[in-house]
């Protein structure tokens, strides 16, 4: 059996070195990490200052599941 990387022809020994998430058998750590850094991260749709921009921004009913009720407020006379 070989190793996943695309760039390495060494087998892989008696210990395997696997991620969590991928399913892939790679010979070493060096490896695998090397391979897994060379993949293309998924952008996140907006960035994390965009998202709190349009939240700041955004109707008051627009986050709300519930439509905004009156409150009363009681003052303690002295």
């Given at each position: ?36 850094a ?41």
């Amino acid at each position: 059996m070989r190793c996943s990387h695309p760039m390495c022809n060494r087998g892989i020994g008696l210990v395997s070195h696997r991620r969590s998430f991928r399913k892939g058998l790679y010979c070493s750590r060096r490896c695998r990490d090397n391979y897994a850094a060379a993949l293309p991260q998924p952008k996140p749709l907006l960035s994390a200052d965009a998202r709190l921009f349009a939240w700041l921004f955004a109707p008051l009913n627009a986050h709300a599941r519930q439509p905004l009720a009156r409150a009363t407020v009681r003052v303690r006379r002295h």
